[in-house]
């Protein structure tokens, strides 16, 4: 895939939404909160924004821009670092190798299975808390940023149309 190509098709797309600059600003921080988490269910994202009085269209662009293959591994990985950095009980690369041979090279098929719902259970715990505290003040911004953003674009669209 063309990155040039998805990014001016992206910036097509945000450039060309109607309404509101924090209405647009609100269902991007939105969308960012669902990119740059480990859920990623569209539902949700467009009845948060709903509920919110934010643009279900902002927020489900921006969650796919955001949650796409290109950048998932660098969120997830961040998402990681900063969950192990915060929840005092640390989930570390050996003991995922200890937990992977154990499930490899185990006699008992329950052991297996606990195991696998144990990892399963701190992983997801470490990569939410991780995701929330990544996701949260890049929301922030993005709403501040998209605030201005669309308020300067309406305003060049006043300006132009005035002209006329």
């Known amino acids: 895939m063309d990155f040039q190509r998805f990014t001016r098709y992206y910036k097509l797309r945000f450039t060309r939404l109607k309404g509101d600059p924090r209405y647009i600003a609100g269902g991007i921080a939105i969308g ?3 990119g740059l988490t480990p859920m990623s269910p569209t539902p ?3 009845a948060l924004a709903l509920v919110t009085k934010s643009s279900p269209v902002a ?6 821009a955001l949650g796409n293959p290109l950048t998932t591994l660098p969120i997830y990985y961040i998402s990681f670092l900063l969950g192990n950095w915060i929840i005092p009980n640390k989930l570390s690369w050996l003991d995922i190798q200890r937990s992977l041979d154990t499930i490899m090279h185990g006699d008992d098929w329950s052991q297996s299975l606990h195991v696998v719902m144990n990892m399963s259970w701190e992983t997801m715990v470490v990569l939410f808390v ?6 949260l003040p890049c929301a922030a911004l993005a709403y501040v940023a998209a605030i201005k953003f669309f308020t300067r674009l309406r305003r060049k669209r006043a300006d132009k149309h005035i002209l006329r």
């Open 130 to 135: 991780g995701s929330l505290v990544f996701a």
């Open 44 to 46: 949700v994202a467009i």
């Open 32 to 34: 960012v909160i669902f």
């Open 59 to 64: 927020a489900v662009l921006t969650s796919w």
